[in-house]
């Protein structure tokens, strides 16, 4: 299923189950976000050390092995 029509068919049963204004309502609830992730997300990996990196991966994989 292509993106287009996950989001077709997402509103479609919105719809039938929530009906057309209750529909919107709950859109307008989920919102979309705000900023611009893509420079929020370089700005705080330019922080972060290779050193730091390798060491946080190593932490995670420790957690998730036990």
Known sequence: MT???LRKKG???LVE???Q??????LQQAGWGSG???????ENLDKVTR???WED???IRNRKGN
Do not use: C, M, S, W
């Not at 204004?21 to 709950?26: D, N």
């Open 3 to 5: 993106p287009i029509e």
């Open 11 to 13: 509103y479609q049963i």
């Open 17 to 19: 189950h929530l009906g």
């Open 21 to 26: 204004v209750e529909a919107i309502r709950f």
């Open 36 to 42: 611009d992730y893509t420079q929020e997300r370089k």
């Open 51 to 53: 050193e730091e990196f």
């Open 57 to 59: 991966l190593k932490r």
